[in-house]
């Protein structure tokens, strides 16, 4: 059994959430980035959206970064290598918690300086086919100074909620319980490149 994937599932199991890092190479962090960095140079990205279907919006006062969602038909070949490093989470997390997950939706992030987040759930008030939230920062350096970063507030057993906050340090990966841990991106004095996921229940 693979030790990265054994610690996944069993953190998931145990506390919802668990923070991977250095889960991929450099080479591979690196060569994913530059891909982004091209993208969003040749200008796919969008203003990025909250709420699904006939309700999505774009509301900057609550999120205000850009995305660009990829798309299973035209998928890159790097792109597909981390599809198959998540697949595999998919796999451990149905073997050994029971999650029923059947398929991947993803996009890359890119928060400019200033942009945000606000706190919010992963799965939307009609529909819960989000089960588990899947981020892989792709930064080159991250100090503490450049903020932005991800604060999860985690509930525990008496009510009360534990604050966790993860600096988007590059191969550092954050997996989830989309609808157990709300959360929020704090404002980023840095751009902030990611690519971020989800694990549905459905196909
Ligand atoms: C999101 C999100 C967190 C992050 O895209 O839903 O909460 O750290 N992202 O980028
Ligand atoms: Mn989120």
Redesign the pocket.
Known sequence: MDPVLDRISSEIYQNSYVIVDDFISEEFRKALLKEQTSLLEAGKFRQ?AIGSGEKKLVRPEI?S?E?LWMDAESISSLQAEYWEKVDAIRQILNQRCFLGLRSFEG?F?R?PVGSF?KR?L?QFQQVSYRVV?V?L?LNDSWAESDE???RMYIPQEDGSELIRD?L?IGGRL?VFLSGEIP???LPTKKE?I?I?GWLKNID
């Open positions: 990025a999120r970064d995305v996009h992030a928060y987040y919010h992963d939230t981020i920062y932005g970063a991800l993860v988007p954050v959360h929020e991106v902030r990611s971020t």
